[in-house]
């Protein structure tokens, strides 16, 4: 076996984003489907909650790849 | 262990030199078979959508039916819906992108062929950059060059000072990410599908080979495969369809009074 | 109208990975050259407050 420990580190801190942006998408659209005027109320809060998850992967992606 | 035992030789796992292709002919890598996939789906689709439309009917037969189906499809909700009033210029580029795309990832699941060409990365690449001069060249002429840049590098409403951190970012994501993002997008999901067959199908033949136990258990590894040939089919179309979209979007960006 | 929130979210997406990489990528060379180790999670700070910054102006604020 041949690699860094950094990519399975990276394997590892993905799960927590991926599970929090597939929450924020079905929050965002079960209030759609129940309340589809509420649309621009819900979606800067979703756009925020993405953003705020997403973050925490494309660190770890940029952290994967510069330590050694 | 136990299954390093039973094993009868060394299991060698699938690996990114299962994509690079011997030349059929010759000594040029021009002659190899992804080559030779992009080809074949020019002349399919050119033959396809010739065929479909040269006995138009008022009430179309099935393939033209089929053809139209295809075609309004990428005019309505990918022009239309997106681009706004101007859509009607951008529907044979968008068209002819989708269509190709969609042809090149199908040939994954197709047997005898099962090779995504666009999981080679220069495909994507060339894809990317057609779009990449298209909604750039469409922004410059509609805002001016010096209009056009601003806009995108200078947002309003800031104090002076954080330009000096801001521009560098918004530069970034309109000239390098966003077509980088969009040829990878591509390239990843098209070379991960196929990495996943090969790893089912490469997987099972090399179970048939080993004990009458593995044997059995061999089925459920090529059940898997064909099951995930479905999947994969699901990912192509998704693909297709996502690169047009966003081909859409930025085209629709760059035509926006603001961004 | 749900295309447009799907160009939204790649576009964010963008924005969080341009951020991160410039920023980052700048700090990461300035500790190279000068044999620091400060810069590039400073860098990195810098980076994804800017993204989020360009998020908040363009996609939230705006609605």
């Avoid at chain 2, 951008?90 to 062929?113: D, E, M, Q, R, S």
């Amino acid at each position: 076996m041949t690699g860094t420990m950094a990519i399975v580190g990276f394997g590892l801190s993905t799960i927590g984003p991926g599970v929090a942006t597939g929450l924020v998408f079905a929050a965002y659209i079960n209030g759609i489907a129940r309340q589809p005027e509420a649309r621009g109320l819900l979606q800067p809060i979703a756009f925020l909650g993405f953003a705020l998850a997403e973050a925490l992967a494309l660190i770890g992606l940029v952290l994967a790849f510069v330590l050694k | 262990m136990l299954t390093e035992t039973l094993l009868s030789g060394e299991f060698e796992p699938p690996s990114a030199a299962d994509f690079q292709f011997a030349p059929i002919f010759g000594d040029s890598i021009l002659f190899s078979k992804p080559v030779f996939l992009v080809a074949l789906s020019v002349i399919l689709i050119a033959s396809f959508f010739i065929i479909s439309a040269r006995k138009a009917a008022i009430v179309p037969s099935r393939l033209q039916f089929a053809g139209e189906g295809v075609y309004s499809f990428v005019r309505n909700s990918i022009g239309q819906d997106v681009i706004g009033p101007e859509f009607m210029r951008f529907v044979p580029f968008l068209f002819t992108l989708f269509t190709f795309v969609l042809c090149n990832n199908l040939f994954g699941i197709i047997p005898f062929l099962q090779f995504p060409s666009m999981s080679r990365i220069g495909f994507p690449i060339a894809l990317a950059v057609f779009t990449y001069v298209v909604y750039h060249y469409v922004g410059i002429k509609h805002h001016g060059l010096k209009k056009y840049v601003k806009d995108i590098c200078f947002m309003p409403g800031v104090p002076k000072w954080i330009y000096v951190i801001l521009t560098p970012v918004e530069f970034a994501t309109y000239f390098i990410v966003r077509p980088a993002t969009l040829s990878l997008r591509l390239f990843a999901n098209m070379f991960a599908g196929h990495l996943l067959l090969l790893v089912f199908t490469l997987g099972g033949e090399h179970l048939l080979a080993s004990t009458i136990f593995l044997k059995i258990l061999s089925i459920f590894s090529f059940g898997f495969a064909v099951g995930l040939s479905f999947f994969e089919f699901g990912i192509e179309c998704l693909q297709a369809y996502i690169f047009t979209l966003l081909t859409a979007l930025y085209i629709a960006g760059a035509l926006a009074d603001e961004h | 109208m749900a295309v447009h929130d799907e160009g939204a979210f790649w576009s964010i997406f963008g924005y969080l990975l341009s951020g991160l990489v410039i920023w980052g990528g700048i700090g990461h060379f300035v500790d190279r050259w000068m044999g620091t180790h400060l810069f590039f999670p400073g860098g990195l700070l810098l980076g994804i407050s800017s993204s989020f910054y360009l998020i908040w102006m363009r996609f939230i604020k705006a609605k």
